[in-house]
């Protein structure tokens, strides 16, 4: 199996953390490893770096390649500019299945979270028996809570079973629900979480996007034999469409397949999102790095910097350090941080973006 | 007339700006220079540098002719451990008047603000003439609100008039009230707030020293000659007695008056007053540095270290960014500031102290 990490992100919701030329990927949101080089390492026992491949922004190539030096050279595929989801899936397939034309690849987000890594690779393994029959198998996670920040993916008909899990046709992807509905989807056991992670057979992906999005297809699969020279990939790539692989293929595919599993995921969406992933004290305080609670209940205090950060009397904010800026919001607030973003470009701080 | 200026103020309420080594009198918060100098600045046209003396802790001795460079050699007295304020008082009124016994002396917290700085020029300028004659003149805030938080003192009798204000005699001095009282205060006009600024002769205050607190003016008198020399000071220092000025004497002499003033006097008591001596935003928000509020109100932020603060969608808090720590909390919680301290003690964070 090969791997290839989508790493194109440039999100504003880690402010004052995230910045144009350090995105989410790259930080160590969780006190570890920058989340990048922590999905690698998750999927090292299962693929070896030789492998993988990165797909990111072409600002942030050089980062990515200091971030995993175990990458062999070339490894990294510099996109010359944003063009969603099914324009890098293409340009992987395209890359992996020029050399090993019926290979399997997994496509994996560079910046979520998994807290059973050992159950992530037996789902990678069980998605490669359907995905070498011909599916493009999608991981399809278990819902432990009504969340209406994720897109849903309805499970069909039992397909066939796979290392004791069961793989299910796709009715439909579903867009984020409103409360009553993901209620009513975690009450079904029929609807999974859309957590953007494949496996499929490089010939199976590249036909079906030649079939379904060939203004995506066509410019990339014509300079398949190229797509090393900058120059070639910059040429094509001016001529690629942007849109998702979910919208572009996997929603008008007829060989869509999903598994369900079960491995702690969580996108980690927003500062709000750590208290999924990381243990918080006895008051619910999630506390990383030189951090304080003083009689305060339900924070998310983020003091990376190596400076203390001390919350006193406070409940339910989110308190962030990075070094060189300090926000503070309430926790059901952070889906605003982008306005702080737009705020600061309004008035010219590039230094701060 | 003579001024000194009591700096021997260590509190905890302003962490993480203030620390051992740099307590709120040295601080700039308010955005302008150290208290303290603001203090001398504010007093410069009516009191010259050379007539000026500041009394601190031994250990900001240093640190405050820094803060001061016009201060001529000699004139910060360092006390050799804090002895509260009759201490200070008295030994302000013995190095004045041992060499010129009947001098103006008043006497000024290092720590306060002033909204009218002419006007309380003005006010010491009144209380001059009932000290000529006697008296020992207290200003007596004139309450703009029912603050549970200071001290009062009950006006009595009309003594005399001077420059316009009327001088009365001391009723009593009254401990901080609860909010009934305080409103009944603020409603009868008779009850002030004690700002601890007091104006007297210096033979008038050594007297009443003499005879309420020997266990003070005793030893500072007998080494009245040699109180340059750190070692005599030391010697009679030890056998001082630590009691304030209000309770030792104020409270005990027939020579007490108090001048009913008004010129925009806070305490700055902790870092929720700011909103009394700083411009708030339309929303209420009072900050300092690089600070931002968005969609926010009644915060008060305080990023005088350089570095931009970003609040976003909170009500009511304080967050201060010394630089080297962070602090959030309620505006309602500023008095347990000092529990922060006490836990950095407890864990030996000296670094932070």
Same mark, same amino acid.
Request: glycine fraction near 8%.
């Given at each position: 199996?090969?791997?290839?990490?989508?790493?194109?992100?440039?999100?504003?919701?880690?402010?004052?953390?995230?910045?144009?030329?350090?995105?989410?990927?790259?930080?160590?949101?969780?006190?570890?490893?920058?989340?990048?080089?922590?999905?690698?390492?998750?999927?090292?026992?299962?693929?070896?770096?030789?492998?993988?491949?990165?797909?990111?922004?072409?600002?942030?190539?050089?980062?990515?390649?200091?971030?995993?030096?175990?990458?062999?050279?070339?490894?990294?595929?510099?996109?010359?500019?944003?063009?969603?989801?099914?324009?890098?899936?293409?340009?992987?397939?395209?890359?992996?299945?020029?050399?090993?034309?019926?290979?399997?690849?997994?496509?994996?987000?560079?910046?979520?979270?998994?807290?059973?890594?050992?159950?992530?690779?037996?789902?990678?393994?069980?998605?490669?028996?359907?995905?070498?029959?011909?599916?493009?198998?999608?991981?399809?996670?278990?819902?432990?809570?009504?969340?209406?920040?994720?897109?849903?993916?309805?499970?069909?008909?039992?397909?066939?079973?796979?290392?004791?899990?069961?793989?299910?046709?796709?009715?439909?992807?579903?867009?984020?629900?409103?409360?009553?509905?993901?209620?009513?989807?975690?009450?079904?056991?029929?609807?999974?979480?859309?957590?953007?992670?494949?496996?499929?057979?490089?010939?199976?992906?590249?036909?079906?996007?030649?079939?379904? /999005? *060939?203004? =995506?297809?066509?410019?990339? #699969?014509?300079?398949?034999?190229?797509?090393? %020279?900058?120059? +070639? !990939?910059?040429? &094509?790539?001016?001529?690629?469409?942007?849109?998702?692989?979910?919208?572009?293929?996997?929603?008008?595919?007829?060989?869509?397949?999903?598994?369900?599993?079960?491995?702690?995921?969580?996108?980690?969406?927003?500062?709000?999102? /750590? *208290?999924? =992933?990381?243990?918080?004290? #006895?008051?619910?305080?999630?506390?990383?790095? %030189?951090?304080? +609670? !003083?009689?305060? &209940?339900?924070?998310?205090?983020?003091?990376?910097?190596?400076?203390?950060?001390?919350?006193?009397?406070?409940?339910?904010?989110?308190?962030?350090?990075?070094?060189?800026?300090?926000?503070?919001?309430?926790?059901?607030?952070?889906?605003?941080?982008?306005?702080?973003?737009?705020?600061?470009?309004?008035?010219?701080?590039? %230094?701060?973006?």
């Amino acid at each position: 199996m090969y791997a290839a990490i989508l790493a194109g992100g440039s999100g504003t919701r880690f402010w004052p953390l995230s910045r144009k030329a350090r995105p989410k990927q790259m930080l160590r949101l969780l006190g570890g490893a920058p989340m990048l080089r922590e999905t690698m390492l998750r999927l090292a026992p299962a693929v070896a770096p030789e492998r993988c491949l990165v797909v990111c922004g072409a600002r942030h190539a050089r980062e990515v390649a200091k971030i995993l030096p175990e990458l062999p050279p070339g490894r990294v595929l510099a996109e010359p500019t944003p063009k969603n989801t099914a324009a890098a899936v293409a340009l992987a397939a395209i890359r992996i299945g020029h050399h090993d034309p019926r290979a399997l690849v997994a496509i994996l987000p560079a910046d979520h979270h998994v807290g059973n890594p050992a159950g992530f690779r037996a789902a990678l393994s069980a998605a490669s028996k359907p995905a070498k029959e011909g599916y493009l198998v999608t991981l399809g996670i278990t819902p432990s809570r009504p969340e209406t920040g994720y897109g849903y993916i309805a499970a069909g008909d039992a397909l066939a079973m796979a290392d004791g899990h069961e793989v299910r046709a796709v009715s439909a992807f579903v867009e984020k629900p409103d409360r009553a509905r993901a209620e009513a989807y975690v009450a079904d056991g029929s609807h999974l979480w859309n957590a953007g992670i494949f496996v499929f057979r490089a010939d199976v992906m590249r036909g079906e996007l030649a079939r379904h /999005l *060939p203004g =995506v297809s066509d410019p990339l #699969e014509a300079a398949a034999a190229r797509l090393d %020279d900058p120059a +070639a !990939l910059a040429e &094509a790539w001016s001529k690629v469409d942007a849109i998702s692989i979910d919208h572009g293929v996997m929603e008008r595919t007829n060989r869509a397949a999903v598994l369900p599993v079960d491995f702690g995921w969580s996108d980690v969406g927003s500062f709000a999102s /750590l *208290p999924e =992933v990381l243990e918080a004290d #006895e008051s619910g305080n999630v506390l990383v790095g %030189d951090a304080k +609670a !003083l009689d305060a &209940a339900g924070n998310v205090v983020h003091a990376a910097s190596g400076r203390p950060v001390v919350v006193l009397g406070a409940r339910d904010l989110v308190v962030v350090d990075a070094g060189d800026a300090v926000l503070v919001c309430p926790k059901d607030r952070c889906q605003d941080i982008r306005r702080v973003v737009e705020a600061l470009e309004a008035e010219g701080r590039d %230094d701060l973006l």
